[in-house]
């Protein structure tokens, strides 16, 4: 069976730090993988997804970027946190074949930016 | 801008009564609509889903309405349970690009 998995699950940084989330996924080959953001009481925001190693869209502009160094790896990165930075961070993945599948969620890190 | 608009932001239910949340979508293109329920802490989980050439599904207690004219569907949770208490988010789907709607937060109470 496939899971997903994330870490940290919690993370305090002050600002002006550097971040670094990873996710891995495993049980299956070449994923769509997505980093959603979740403010408090507020929807999921599509943040960057990935159809492949080394290809990533980015669904806003921002200070923050993701990359994939390997088919089932996705890490989320900063440079210099800022305040707004703070939040619900998920990573999902969907399967690669066939149109429409569902999203399948990792259970967050919830990120502090003091 | 939001391209699935949500209802209720939140919502209080008796334990045994109906859970109804409502979700509006725009983009034609959308083909797959999906229902997820999130539990503090965790991450979003699926919960049921429906594609546009069928009006209604039913899994359980849990029950997505479809209106293609309309544009717009909806989550019945029948005999509502403490155990349902959480935030549940509606979404639209397009060729893998997944829209979300702002998350319903449901409260019930026994």
């Known amino acids: 069976s496939q899971t997903i998995h994330q870490w940290p699950a919690t993370l305090v940084q002050p600002v002006g730090s550097p971040l670094s989330l990873e996710c891995t996924v495993e049980?299956?080959?070449?994923?769509?993988l997505y980093w959603y953001r979740q403010a408090a009481g507020r929807g999921l925001q599509l943040l960057f997804y990935?159809?492949?190693?080394?290809?990533i869209s980015s669904e806003v502009p921002q200070n923050l970027s993701a990359s994939r160094p390997q088919d089932r790896q996705f890490i989320l990165s900063s440079k210099k946190l800022l305040l707004s930075d703070s939040g619900f961070y998920l990573c999902?993945?969907?399967?690669?074949?066939?149109?429409?599948?569902?999203?399948?969620f990792g259970n967050g890190t919830r990120l502090t930016v003091t | 801008q939001q391209q699935v608009k949500q209802s209720p932001q939140s919502l209080i239910v008796q334990k045994g009564g109906i859970s109804i949340i409502n979700c509006a979508y725009e983009?034609?293109?959308?083909?797959?609509f999906p229902w997820y329920q999130q539990f503090p802490g965790k991450g979003p989980a699926l919960l049921i889903a429906?594609?546009?050439?069928?009006s209604e599904k039913k899994e359980g207690r849990f029950t997505i309405s479809f209106n293609k004219s309309a544009k717009q569907f909806s989550l019945h949770i029948m005999d509502s349970q403490p155990g349902d208490s959480a935030t549940y988010f509606c979404?639209?789907?397009?060729?893998?690009?997944?829209?979300f709607g702002a998350g319903t937060r449901l409260t019930v109470k026994p």
């Open positions: 999902a993945w969907s399967s690669f074949s066939g149109n429409n599948s569902p999203l399948h």
């Open positions: 049980g299956t080959s070449n994923p769509n």
């Open positions: 990935s159809v492949g190693i080394g290809q």
């Open positions: 983009n034609t293109a959308f083909d797959y």
């Open positions: 429906i594609r546009p050439d069928v």
């Open positions: 979404a639209a789907n397009n060729n893998n690009d997944m829209r």
